[in-house]
């Protein structure tokens, strides 16, 4: 079955960094765009980057476009994002997608909370 792992959420001061990972299996990662939301509290959830299958084409929201990083790594079926210049208003619930902003699967989700 399709499982999709969340890890390298936790506390990080506005301005610092995390890089968030996900383990894929139970499908051909390689096959699929992917993708993180997140869900802030009290809010519905938000589509925050993709990456198409073969990592030839990325795309971000605008409101973390130059400051989060996706990529992949098809030989283990891991998925990144690497977070930069956070903000509070990046704390929310991190998830793992698979496909775009129109999806079937999604993992458990990562906690990343910024705050001094």
């Known amino acids: 079955q399709v499982q999709l792992v969340e890890s390298g959420g936790g506390l990080a001061q506005p301005g610092g960094s995390l890089r968030l990972s996900c383990a894929a299996s139970?499908?051909?990662?390689?096959?699929?765009?992917m993708s993180w939301a997140r869900q802030a509290p009290g809010k519905g959830l938000e589509w925050v980057s993709g990456?198409?299958?073969?990592?030839?084409?990325?795309s971000y929201a605008d409101s973390v476009k130059g400051r989060f990083t996706i990529s992949r790594d098809n030989a283990k079926n891991t998925l990144f994002l690497q977070m930069n210049s956070l903000k509070p208003e990046d704390t929310a619930l991190y998830y793992c997608i698979r496909g775009g902003k129109v999806y079937d699967y999604r993992g458990q989700g990562t906690q990343v909370t910024v705050s001094s």
């Open positions: 990456i198409y299958k073969d990592a030839s084409d990325t």
């Open positions: 139970g499908f051909t990662f390689s096959s699929y765009t």
